[in-house]
Every structure is written in C-alpha cells, then in structure tokens.
C-alpha cells in the first residue's frame, strides 16, 4: 500500500521565483492538504483540496496557490517567493468521509535564497 | 479560535524513565485529538489518536486521554527507549476538517 509521496525532496530557489511541489496521496485517499512547517515549529495549514477543489483554507496570502488533479494528486505553487517561505513543506492525504486523521509524506525542503 | 499548546522542550530523560508531554488544546465544539511522532528528515507520523471526552488512544506502549474538563490530552509512557527519540506533536481537528498543531516537544533519550 503506497503511502503518500511528495517531490522533489530538496528544492533551492532565489527570491522572487516561482515554485511548484507535487504530492500524491496515500491510495484511496482523495482529500490532500499542504502545511508549511518552519524549522522548530509545528506544521501550519495553508489549504485542503477535494473533488478538484480549494475546501479551506489557512492564513496564507494568495502567492501560495493549488491544484488538485482528477487522479487526487496534488500541486503547491508559490510565487514572488520570499526568504521566509524557506520551510519543510508537508503533505498529508485522508478521506472526506472519514476516518480523518491525516497521513504525511516525507516533505520537500524549499530554501530560499 | 483554535489552538494546541504543548509544553516546551528539549526533555531529555534516561532509558526506562516515565515520560509525560503536555498538551491542552482551545477549541469550538469537540475537536478529534491526535498525537504525531516526527523522525529527524521524515514527515509527521500519527501515533494516537482519541475522538471524544474520556476516550484513551495508546500505541507502541504510549497513552494519552481526551479530558474535556481540562482540555488536555497528555502523552504518557512508562518506560522510554532510545529509539523513542523524536519530536512529537499535538494536534486537534475541528469539525471543519482543519488540523491545529502544537510547536513541537523534541525528546532525547540517552542510554
């Protein structure tokens, strides 16, 4: 059973670029939801997609956008990136219909300098 | 609002020692409670999980109780292992779907 997968695994961008992460959830799974997490503190929520969908979202501005695919893969994108947004970016899948506790995948790395 | 508050680290504590981590949580309704396990350069891993008051989720020899009257949901082991070495998190899920974490409470087991 293949857990949730994420790429690429380390990723160094300069300020004001453009970046794009990819996730693909635990199978039979078809909400994902994106967590920036910064070094030494507890994962943030920026959005949770379903049926293609942006269902909620956290407090993070519109630079950082998604994508959900028909195959309930995902997409984080982040423009005009900025050197706070250097972060272990966090995916985690789980079922609308429940139970809702949600898998992670290993994470991407971003740094930006 | 939402929110999850765990008791600062680091801990360090000795093989075979009691480990207690802190949590209370602040929510609107009665949130779902979980505890997560990080690994260094790994993603979160769920440990346990309680979904209502006076409910006791345990795995791997760890526990921890739903107590709706004091909004906590404390970490419990009676004998730590080095292996238990990790950061571990708090989290709570409101009915909306949306996960609150804690910051994180680092644990170091020496032999």
């Known amino acids: 059973d293949a857990g949730v997968t994420q790429s690429p695994t380390h990723l160094i961008k300069t300020r004001g670029q453009q970046v794009t992460l990819r996730c693909s959830p635990k199978s039979g799974h078809d909400t994902v939801s994106w967590y920036q997490q910064a070094l030494g503190q507890g994962p943030q929520f920026i959005f949770q997609y379903y049926e293609e969908e942006e269902r909620q979202r956290g407090n993070f501005p519109d630079r950082f956008s998604g994508h959900q695919f028909p195959n309930y893969s995902s997409e984080l994108n982040v423009n005009a990136l900025l050197l706070g947004d250097s972060a272990l970016y966090l995916c985690?899948?789980?079922?609308?219909?429940?139970?809702?506790?949600?898998?992670f995948g290993p994470g991407t790395r971003l740094t930006v300098t | 609002g939402n929110s999850v508050t765990q008791m600062e680290g680091p801990v360090t504590l000795s093989e075979e020692a009691f480990l207690t981590i802190n949590c209370t949580y602040t929510a609107t309704g009665y949130p779902s409670l979980f505890w997560y396990v990080q690994y260094p350069g790994e993603g979160l891993q769920l440990l346990l999980k309680?979904?209502?008051?006076?409910d006791k989720g345990s795995n791997k020899g760890f526990e921890a109780t739903y107590r709706k009257e004091t909004t906590s949901f404390h970490l419990e082991k009676g004998s730590v292992q080095v292996s238990d070495s990790a950061v571990y998190f708090c989290a709570s899920l409101n009915t909306g779907n949306q996960f609150y974490f804690g910051t994180g409470t680092s644990l170091t087991v020496i032999p």
């Open positions: 985690a899948s789980s079922l609308v219909g429940g139970p809702y506790e949600q898998y």
């Open positions: 309680a979904t209502k008051a006076d």
